[in-house]
Nanobody, 124 residues
């Protein structure tokens, strides 16, 4: 069992930056691939970024590639999402998720544990 708690969301102007954190508790965090997803009002949840359990492999949505960076600190049981050059269309609730073993996935259905989400609002 893994519990996930996101933090770091807030209000930022377009072009600004935020760093989201996802603190995990429970056993075997280092064996979980991690992902970030987001959901804007009236829209479906969409994939943002994922990182493998080793931290070696990462993958990004086209909309976030080059602007967002996912990373993990196993010693701190935490995964991060550094978001730069934010745009109003990045406004959403951001969720982190954990997937047992292996590589990450762009499919939300493949993740086993979810955090409660953190709101990110980008003003124009």
């Amino acid at each position: 069992q893994v519990q996930l708690v996101e933090s770091g969301g807030g209000l930022v102007q377009a072009g600004g930056s935020l760093r989201l954190s996802c603190a995990a508790s429970g056993r075997s965090f280092s064996t979980y691939a991690m992902g970030w997803f987001r959901q804007a009002p009236g829209k479906e949840r969409e994939f943002v970024a994922t990182i493998s359990w080793t931290g070696v492999s990462t993958y990004y949505a086209d909309s976030t590639k080059g602007r967002f960076t996912i990373s993990r600190d196993t010693a701190k049981n935490t995964v991060y999402l550094q978001m730069n050059s934010l745009k109003p269309e990045d406004t959403a609730i951001y969720y982190c998720a954990a997937k047992n073993y292996g590589l990450g996935s762009i499919l939300s259905s493949e993740y086993h544990y979810w955090g409660q989400g953190t709101q990110v609002t980008v003003s124009s």
